[in-house]
């Protein structure tokens, strides 16, 4: 069989001032390996630039039997009309969508079909719920037997207006057996156009390398636990090998983990360092973690292993510094975040917080002390994004619940909108946010000054940063 695998533009402010705002589309990398591995040939698409016409050109020139299209909550109008515009040109093709919405929105199906009825309303012939590959690979063979998809695990299905969810699929146990991602053909030259700030633009050749999925929490706002299942991890041999073969076809020398709950398992990492140094790789890194896991000396000596081999940057999930509402929602303590910071700044580890304003409950007041607190810390990033109920998470069923909900305009939920009632109107959110944000970086100018000093190579990659931002 001939699979097409479509990631459609999605066209938020990261993409269009092309800061760090494109990588690889793992999971289609994932799902055409899987396919590859059984003997059927696949294309993947990251649309881009690219109008639709142009993307139905290259389909139509690879004459798939069946298309897959990926998409997150905000990007669902573009992943419905896409599929619209392909039965219209292409055909009755079956037609595959995958990702987060609709996991989530299976989830939602537990308390009504609202969301799902939304999903079909565009003509998706099947959706594939949680994680893709063995879903779809069963797809494509029942397809290529010539065979009705029926109750295949981890699939939802539109049989005449009426809306069947099979069995959930069990999450894979050997992550192992799983092939390394397809990457040929995908636009690296373009995602290397991402601006870091810690190395000069033409310094970074950057991929993704997913090294375990899911996470051992269930934070409020987060869709990881349903989507993912349990935490689970790949050999750090396997994983140095993945890394060691794209240094060889790809020339890669920054590697983005992306996993949820990088530090989950701290002897796998100290793994991960001697094979690193076993086969002498030279490379940087970085990844998130859970700021509960840098606490102790011990912490600080697995980080400082970690830089020894290349760690560089940190992103940790600070969300905010209200007490009240992140021991609530994550079950952290600000003096955790507080002391994480402390021992990555000690290390020398450029530090990425993530803010969320907008909790349902929060005073202005309440949010302004919170600011003050987080901007005291070093910080070399702040991602300060509008709190977002995403289906499948406990916040979005809290809305509901509550009527919180301020819209149900999917491509407004993607982080940069307000859209949970508040304390707090939502032109002050905007405001707030944006004074907020130039703060932080005004408050980070003499940070920023002594590391041009340290390395005067910076420069230029501050320089890039300013000039992208500034032509949005
Ligand atoms: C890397 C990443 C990015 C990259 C872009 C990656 C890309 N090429 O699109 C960057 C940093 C730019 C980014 C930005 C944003 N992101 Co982001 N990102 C991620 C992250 C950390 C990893 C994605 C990944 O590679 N996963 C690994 C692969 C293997 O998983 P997967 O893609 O889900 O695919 C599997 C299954 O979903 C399924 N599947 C997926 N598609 C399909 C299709 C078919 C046909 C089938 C059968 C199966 C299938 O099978 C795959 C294999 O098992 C995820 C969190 C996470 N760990 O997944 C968030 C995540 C996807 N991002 C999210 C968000 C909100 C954003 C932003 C809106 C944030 C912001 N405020 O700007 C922006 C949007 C900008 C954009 N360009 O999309 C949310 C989406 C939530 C939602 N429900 O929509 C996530 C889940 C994080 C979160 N907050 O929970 N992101
Ligand atoms: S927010 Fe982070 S720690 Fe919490 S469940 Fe999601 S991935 Fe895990």
């Known amino acids: 069989m001939r699979v097409s695998l479509i990631q459609p533009t999605v066209n938020t402010y990261f993409d269009k001032a092309g800061i760090r705002g494109i990588t690889e589309p793992?999971?289609?990398?994932y799902l055409a390996a899987t396919l590859e591995n059984q003997g059927h040939s696949t294309q993947i698409i990251h649309q881009l630039e690219e109008s639709n016409d142009q993307v139905i050109t290259k389909i139509k020139e690879f004459q798939p039997d069946a298309i897959g299209i990926t998409g997150t909550t905000h990007?669902?109008?573009?992943?419905?009309?896409?599929?619209?515009?392909?039965?219209?040109?292409?055909?009755?093709i079956p037609i595959i969508y995958g990702g987060y919405h609709i996991s989530g929105s299976v989830y939602e199906s537990y308390w009504n079909q609202r969301l799902l009825q939304e999903v079909f309303s565009f003509p998706f012939d099947i959706g594939v719920f949680g994680e893709g590959e063995?879903?779809?690979?069963?797809?494509?063979?029942?397809?290529?037997?010539?065979?009705?998809i029926r109750n295949i695990s981890g699939t939802v299905l539109n049989k005449e207006g009426k809306i069947i969810i099979n069995s959930t699929r069990e999450p894979l146990k050997n992550l192992d057996s799983l092939p390394f991602p397809k990457r040929e053909g995908l636009p690296y030259e373009r995602y290397f156009q991402n601006v870091p700030i810690e190395l000069p633009l033409s310094q970074q050749r950057f991929a993704s390398v997913y090294s375990s999925r899911g996470c051992r929490y269930s934070c409020n706002f987060c869709q990881t636990s349903t989507m993912w299942g349990k935490w689970r991890t790949r050999s750090p041999k396997n994983i140095a090998d993945e890394i060691e073969l794209l240094q060889g076809t790809l020339g890669i020398n920054y590697v983005w983990f992306p996993d949820e709950d990088f530090l989950a398992d701290k002897e796998r990492v100290k793994e991960l360092c001697e094979e690193i140094e076993k086969r002498k790789l030279k490379f940087f890194w970085r990844s998130f973690f859970r700021a509960t896991d840098v606490q102790t000396p011990q912490d600080e000596e697995l980080l400082r292993l970690m830089y020894r081999f290349g760690y560089r940057a940190a992103f940790i999930g600070i969300e905010t510094m209200n007490s009240k509402i992140l021991e609530s929602m994550k079950d952290i303590r600000t003096a955790q975040v507080e002391k994480a910071v402390d021992i990555c700044s000690r290390v020398g580890i450029s530090i990425r917080g993530t803010y969320m304003i907008g909790y349902h409950n929060e005073s202005k007041e309440e949010l302004e002390e919170s600011i003050s607190q987080i901007l005291n810390l070093?910080?070399?990033?702040?991602?300060?994004?509008h709190l977002t109920p995403f289906p499948g998470t406990k916040l979005y069923r809290f809305c509901e619940e509550n009527d919180l909900l301020t819209t149900t305009d999917f491509s407004k939920m993607d982080s940069n909108h307000p859209c949970i009632r508040s304390k707090i109107s939502e032109e002050d959110l905007i405001t707030i946010k944006r004074t907020f944000t130039l703060n932080f970086y005004?408050?980070?100018?003499?940070?920023?000054?002594?590391k041009l000093e340290l390395n005067p190579q910076l420069t230029r990659g501050y320089r890039e940063f300013w000039e992208k931002v500034n032509q949005v």
């Open 26 to 29: 793992l999971g289609l990398c």
């Open 75 to 92: 990007n669902f109008y573009s992943c419905g009309k896409l599929a619209k515009v392909f039965k219209k040109e292409l055909g009755d």
């Open 134 to 148: 063995d879903s779809l690979s069963d797809i494509i063979n029942c397809l290529n037997k010539g065979e009705e």
């Open 378 to 385: 070093p910080l070399d990033e702040l991602y300060i994004t």
């Open 442 to 450: 005004l408050a980070s100018v003499p940070r920023m000054l002594k």
